[in-house]
C-alpha cells in the first residue's frame, strides 16, 4: 500500500490566480496521476505525472492550464493556472502499486473554490 | 476504448438487508476491474479488485463482487448492509493490454442504508 498527503486540504481562490497542489507519497512509486473529480461527478483524469520527463495530459487538458511537476519518484505538484470558477473541484493525486494488476491509492484530496 | 457504466445513481436498502450496486465495462481486451468507496469529505479507498481466478471476489468491510464476462459486468454485493456503509461507490476498470495503468472511473453510486 501507500500512503499519500496532499497540500492544502482545501482553498479559496480569486479568479485568475493560480494555486499549487503538492502530493507526498511515504514510498517510491513509477506511476503517478492527477485527478479532477466536480461536483457530484466521478473522477476524470487530469494527466500522468512522469518522473524526469513531461506529464502526459488527457483529452481536454493541457500543460499551460495544469502545469505539473514530478521532481523525484515521492513527490509531485499540480498547478490549476488562470482560475476560473469552473475549476472548482476538488484534485486528487494517486499511485498505482503493483503494476498493471496493483491498485491506485489516492489522497485525501484538495478541495478548490474560486470565487 | 474503455468505460464503465454505473446505471444507478442512488441505491437504497434497509438495514440488514443485501445489497447489490451495478457495475458494466466495456474493454478491448481482458479487464482488471475495481471497486473504490468514498465516504463524505474523505478520498477514495480500494474495496476490492478481479484480476483473474475466481469470478467472485471477497473485499474489505465484508463487500464482494461477481465477476461475469459474458453479461460485462461486475456487480457490487453485501449481504447485509450497515447505516455506515452509505457512500459513494465507484466501479473501474483498467484494459490489461493498455499502454498505461490508468484507471477510467464509472459515475458512481450513491449507496443510502436506512436504519
Known amino acids: 500500500s501507500a500512503v499519500i498527503s496532499q497540500k492544502p486540504s482545501r482553498d479559496i481562490c480569486q479568479r485568475g490566480t493560480s494555486l499549487t497542489i503538492q502530493c507526498q507519497v511515504d514510498?517510491?512509486?513509477?506511476?503517478m496521476f492527477w485527478y479532477r473529480q466536480q461536483p457530484g461527478q466521478s473522477l476524470t483524469l487530469i494527466a500522468t505525472?512522469?518522473?524526469?520527463?513531461?506529464?502526459?495530459?488527457e483529452s481536454g487538458f493541457v500543460i499551460d492550464k495544469f502545469p505539473i511537476s514530478r521532481p523525484n519518484l515521492t513527490f509531485s505538484t499540480l498547478t490549476v493556472s488562470n482560475m476560473s470558477p469552473e475549476d472548482s473541484s476538488i484534485y486528487l493525486c494517486?499511485?498505482?502499486?503493483?503494476?498493471?494488476?496493483?491498485?491506485?491509492?489516492f489522497g485525501p484530496g484538495t478541495r478548490l473554490t474560486v470565487t | 476504448a474503455q468505460s464503465v457504466a454505473q446505471p444507478e445513481d442512488q441505491v437504497n436498502v434497509a438495514e440488514g438487508n443485501p445489497l447489490t450496486v451495478k457495475c458494466t465495462y466495456s474493454?478491448?481486451?481482458?479487464?482488471?476491474l475495481f471497486w473504490y468507496v468514498q465516504y463524505p469529505n474523505r478520498g477514495l479507498q480500494f474495496l476490492l479488485k478481479?484480476?483473474?481466478?475466481?469470478?467472485l471476489v471477497k473485499g474489505s468491510y465484508g463487500f464482494e463482487a461477481e465477476f461475469n464476462k459474458s453479461q460485462t459486468s461486475f456487480h457490487l454485493k453485501k449481504p447485509s448492509a450497515l447505516v455506515s456503509d452509505s457512500a459513494l461507490y465507484f466501479c473501474?476498470?483498467?484494459?490489461?493490454?493498455?499502454?498505461?495503468?490508468?484507471?477510467?472511473f464509472g459515475t458512481g453510486t450513491l449507496l443510502a442504508v436506512q436504519p
Open positions: 505525472a512522469n518522473q524526469g520527463s513531461e506529464a502526459t495530459y
Open positions: 514510498s517510491q512509486v513509477t506511476m
Open positions: 474493454v478491448s481486451g481482458n479487464p482488471y
Open positions: 473501474a476498470v483498467r484494459d490489461k493490454g493498455g499502454a498505461t495503468n490508468k484507471l477510467i
Open positions: 494517486s499511485v498505482a502499486v503493483g503494476g498493471q494488476e496493483g491498485e491506485q491509492y
Open positions: 478481479y484480476i483473474t481466478g475466481d469470478n
